[in-house]
Structures are given as C-alpha cells and as structure tokens.
C-alpha cells in the first residue's frame, strides 16, 4: 500500500494521466463560442492645427462575439483524438501499475529468499562448528587423524564466507526494497496465492489479446493517428462563424469643434452582428504536408499494434513456460531435500561405525544445504513467474488483486473531475510524494539483524506459494 500510495513512478504517471485528461476540454473549447472585451484610455499629448475637433482625452470600450458554424471536421476529430489518447493514457497508468507492482514483489520475494539462505547459511555454520569440536574431540582419543581436523576446519571456514556473501545479497535486497516501496522492509509474511493463473497456455494468450494494457494504448494511439489525419484534412476547408462587435467611445467632455456654432457628440456607440467565412486559396502546401505527415504517423502506429501484439504474445507464452518450470523446480528440489536429509542421516550412522570418514559427512551436509538453498531460491522464482504472467496478461493491478482496503485510483474520475478526484493523490507542484531515504534514517545493520530473525521461511515446508 505504501508503494501504491507514494512511489513516484506511480504517482508521476497519474499526474501525466491528469495532464492527458485535460487535451479533451483543450479540444471541445475550440468549439464553443468566444467573448473578448477591451478597454483602453487615452490623453492626446500632441493635436492636429487643423483639426476640425480638438478633443483632449478619450475612453474607449468594445466587446467582440464569435460562435464557430462550421470547422470543417477539424474540432469534432480533434476531440475523438483527444478522447482516444486519454484511454491511452489509462492503458500506460495500468501499465505502470503493473511493472511496478511486479518489480515490488520481485524485490519482496528477493528479501525473503536471501534472509532464508542467510538463515540457512548461520544454521550450516553452527552445524559445521560442533562436527569440528567433534572431530577434535575424536582427534584427541586417536580416532580420527589431522587430515580429518583439517578438512573440518576448511569446510567451516567456506561455511563462513559463503554466509558474507549471503549477507551482501541480503542487504542489496534490502535496498532495492526500500527504493521501490519508499519503507523498509519489516516483518515480511509470506505472499498469498496468486489468483487467476490459467490452466494452459492459450487461455492466458486469449485473455493477454483482450486485457494487455500496452496493447490497449497502443490500439488507442493508432485511433487517435486516424483522427489526426481528419483534422489535418480540415484546414483545406472553409470555415464559418457567426460574429457580433459593440463600440463605446467617450472623450470625457473634451471634444471641442473649431467651427463656431459647432458642436459634436462626446459619446458614440456602435453594434454588429454578421457572419465571417475564411476560405482557403493557397497556403503554400502546408495542408498537404500536414496531411501526409499524419497519413505516415498512422501507419506508424499500426505497425506499433502488431509489433506490441508480437510482443504480448511472446512474454506471455514465456511467463507461462516459466511458471510451469518453476512449479517443476519446487517439486525437485523438496523431493531433493527430503533425499538429502535422509542421506545425512546415513552418512553420520556410517561414520560413527567407521564405514564412512568425515569428509563424507561433510559432503552430505552441503549437499543439504544446497538442496535448501536450491528449493527457497525455486520458490522465489515461481511466485515472481507468476506474478510475470498475471502482468502480461494484464491482470497485475491493484483491483484485479484486491491487495488494499482502501480507495483505489480512478482515472475515469479523475477525467470527468480532476479537481476533486482522489485528493490525496494530488499534490502541488513541486511537492514530493513521500520522505525520501535520507529522512527515513534507515540503517543497513538492524535491518539485516531484523529481516534474518523475522523473515524465516521453512526451506522445506513454508514455501514462497
């Protein structure tokens, strides 16, 4: 919730989805009349000697109407284009929605998964350590060699750099998580299943078709490029308004004839109405080259549809490869868990009769390990497969999901409403949609600390499903 609330890749995408939003009135106004006044004052500094009037100062105040006829399809085709970019404008907010919410669980499943295998590495290392003393106990009575000690003591020294390395990865997790949600990570729980996921591959295909937002957007571009092509056709029409002026002057009294017995009317008032046609003759070929750079920007869109639809059909088919070999992947490595739990069991009972030596239960405890490691790293990539999918086929927003209790986002009324639409999402320009890391004062060493101990899943039954 926090990241839906405050992430700025999100909250910058609404704010551009509001700014689209608002190409519709841009375009309808130019269909709608228009009403100027104007008011001026003057003082005339310098006269004529030989004006019949000599007037000294002036006011004057006009008021001027036009109420469009005909536009020649230019303002009724911008306004479709404008309507078309503002569905493709939601299609990129969904868009945004999902990539982000991909990434958030992405790096969720990545701060579980290395604080699992930097438990499992601490759990190894305490293993490692009473197989020393008690080799060095055995050592001691004649029952093992020097060789033995050794190979002990390297393998627990490996146990311990590969626990360092497990701890970097942990705190890069970490990190990345607290660059995406803008919180940092505490107390994580383990995910809750998907809902949605399809049976086969084309049913995801049909849904992906039929829901993908950036398919969607780009569809709606294309829309917009025909629209544009009719507007552009437009300026080689005649356009018709009806007009209407009024006029005021008033020299305030300071009209005075030079003709004896002359007088003239200090205020004047005038009024107009009538119809005004442009007609176009020659404009030097703009039309035409408007015309053809819309006709090439259309076909450019096209081949934007296809080439997007190329590319929903491939992520989506990939993303449901993935997930089925994933779901293979746990299903190996718990069976290879179980197995490796079973031969360590043995190992350490032939050890103890003699028929097997220490290098041999050594072995057997990293192959544990490995297996471990192998089948949470397995479940990780089956969740963030998962969630790939539901992405390409264009169900990873937050309704489809029913992640949060609170209000949604809604574009639609943020379009018939901006000024009163989702006020916590509106911020002022300038301002910043939530601390940055500096003021969180964030330190790397307690959240390792606090992730390792709160965030344990079972490697073999908690599973990341």
């Known amino acids: 919730m926090a990241a839906y609330q405050t992430n700025p890749s999100l909250t910058g995408a609404r704010a551009g989805l509001r700014a689209t939003d608002e190409g519709v009135p841009i375009a309808k106004a130019a269909a709608r009349p228009a009403l100027s006044a104007t008011a001026d004052y003057q003082e005339f ?142 107390e994580l729980e383990q995910p809750s299943e998907l809902p949605g996921l399809p049976a086969t591959v084309d049913a995801a295909l049909a849904i992906a078709l039929g829901n993908n937002p950036l398919l969607i957007a780009a569809k709606a571009d294309s829309a917009a490029a025909r629209y544009d092509i009719r507007v552009a056709e437009a300026a080689r029409l005649p356009r018709l308004s009806a007009v209407a002026s009024s006029n005021y002057n008033n020299y305030l009294g300071s009209l005075i004839s030079t003709i004896p017995g002359r007088t ?32 090439a ?19 989506t088919r990939a993303a449901f490869t993935r997930h089925l070999a994933t779901e293979a992947v746990i299903r190996s490595s718990r069976a290879a868990v179980s197995a490796n739990e079973l031969a360590l069991e043995g190992v350490r009972a032939e050890n103890s009769v003699g028929t097997r030596n220490v290098l041999d239960v050594l ?48 574009p639609r009324l943020g379009y018939r409403a901006p000024a009163t639409n989702d006020r916590s999402q509106i911020r002022a320009p300038g301002e910043a949609s939530g601390l940055g890391i500096a003021e969180q004062e964030v330190s790397a060493e307690p959240a390792i600390s606090r992730a390792v101990l709160t965030a344990k899943p079972d490697p073999v039954r908690g599973g990341s499903r």
């Open 45 to 186: 500094v310098v006269r004529s000697a030989n004006s019949f009037s000599a007037p000294l100062r002036a006011t004057n105040a006009s008021a001027n109407l036009s109420v469009p006829l005909f536009q020649g399809g230019r303002v009724k085709n911008g306004i479709r284009a404008a309507d078309a970019r503002v569905n493709s404008g939601r299609a990129n907010l969904r868009a945004t929605e999902a990539d982000l919410f991909t990434a958030i669980v992405s790096v969720y499943m990545d701060v579980l998964r290395d604080s699992a295998i930097a438990e499992l590495n601490a759990q190894n290392i305490r293993v490692l350590e009473v197989n020393l003393q008690a080799s060095r106990d055995r050592f001691q009575i004649g029952d093992l060699t020097r060789t033995d000690v050794a190979q002990s003591e390297a393998r627990l020294e490996l146990a311990r750099g590969q626990l360092e390395l497990a701890r970097s990865q942990l705190v890069t997790s970490l990190e990345n998580y607290l660059r995406f949600v803008g919180i940092p990570a505490h």
């Open 297 to 315: 920007l259309s076909s450019q869109s096209l081949e934007q549809v296809i080439f997007v639809e190329r590319r929903v059909v491939a992520e």
């Open 363 to 410: 072995n057997a405890q990293q192959e544990l390990l490995n297996s471990r490691v192998q089948l949470v790293t397995a479940q990780r990539d089956a969740y963030v497969a998962s969630f790939a999918l539901l992405a390409a086929m264009g169900r990873a927003e937050a309704g489809d999901l029913g992640l949060f209790g609170g209000a949604l986002f809604q």
């Open 264 to 295: 003239f009317l200090q205020a004047q008032r005038t009024a107009t109405v009538g119809l005004s046609a442009t007609i176009p003759l020659y404009q030097g070929g703009l039309p035409g080259a408007q015309v053809r750079r819309a006709q």
